[in-house]
């Protein structure tokens, strides 16, 4: 069983900062890739970042250069830094913790950016 636990989200200011946090625990021992999904209201949920276990990352155009994703691989962690903000970042971040065919996700942090 795993399970996966995001925290760091809350209100902020546009053009503040943040900084998102996920652990993830249980029976498998390495995730291959983790990363960062957002859900707005009446929106699907979208790809915000991932990061590979060997640190390769892949970023959505709309958060390059504001947002930075990195893991502790020995701890099975991933964080993001999301700076610069702005009131269309707010959402649902979703971790997940990908490994061989199974994808497991968090309950989700909520960001809300103020304008």
């Known amino acids: 069983q795993v399970h996966v636990v995001e925290s760091g989200g809350g209100l902020v200011q546009a053009g503040g900062s943040l900084r998102l946090s996920c652990a993830a625990s249980?029976?498998?021992?390495?995730?291959?890739?983790m990363g960062w999904y957002r859900q707005a209201p009446g929106k699907q949920r979208e790809l915000v970042a991932s990061i590979m276990i060997g640190g390769s990352t892949n970023y959505a155009d709309y958060v390059k250069g504001r947002f930075t994703i990195s893991r502790d691989s020995a701890y099975n962690t991933v964080y993001l830094q999301m700076n610069s903000l702005t009131p269309e970042d707010t959402a649902v971040y979703y971790c997940?913790?990908?490994?061989?065919?199974?994808?497991?996700w968090g309950q989700g942090t909520q960001v809300t950016v103020s304008s």
């Open positions: 249980g029976s498998i021992f390495s995730f291959n890739v």
């Open positions: 997940n913790a990908y490994h061989g065919a199974s994808s497991y």
